[in-house]
């Protein structure tokens, strides 16, 4: 099994920028592959960005290309998401997943597929 923690939300102003961090832990943490999510509230969660376990490969959601640039730091066993040019629709709880079915853009849009969850960080986006 594998545990995720996130952590680097906050309250921002419009065109600001976020690093958001999920630290993966657990013995067989290298073989799940990790995504982002967020969820406005009253909103169902969205996929915005994953990366491949085996080859660091990224995959991102078209609301958020340009924008959000997800990375990895294998030393630190820490997934990053930075977050530029942050926008009041970039508001709500970011969550990290994981799964370790094969990574594609469509497992990215259906949330339920993703077994492991952390407990998510607040992002508000503000004036």
């Known amino acids: 099994q594998v545990q995720l923690v996130e952590s680097g939300g906050g309250s921002v102003q419009p065109g600001s920028s976020l690093r958001l961090s999920c630290v993966v832990t657990?013995?067989?943490?290298?073989?799940?592959?990790i995504g982002w999510f967020r969820q406005p509230l009253g909103r169902g969660r969205e996929g915005i960005a994953g990366i491949n376990s085996a080859d660091g490969a990224t995959i991102y959601a078209d609301s958020i290309k340009g924008r959000f640039t997800m990375s990895r730091e294998s030393a630190k066993d820490t997934v990053y998401l930075q977050m530029n040019d942050l926008q009041p629709g970039d508001t709500g709880v970011y969550y990290c997943?994981?799964?370790?079915?094969?990574?594609?853009?469509?497992?990215?849009?259906?949330?339920?597929?993703?077994?492991?969850w952390g407990q998510g960080t607040q992002v508000t986006v503000s004036t």
């Open positions: 997943g994981a799964t370790n079915m094969f990574l594609t853009p469509q497992l990215l849009c259906v949330a339920s597929l993703w077994d492991v």
């Open positions: 657990g013995n067989t943490r290298n073989y799940w592959n």
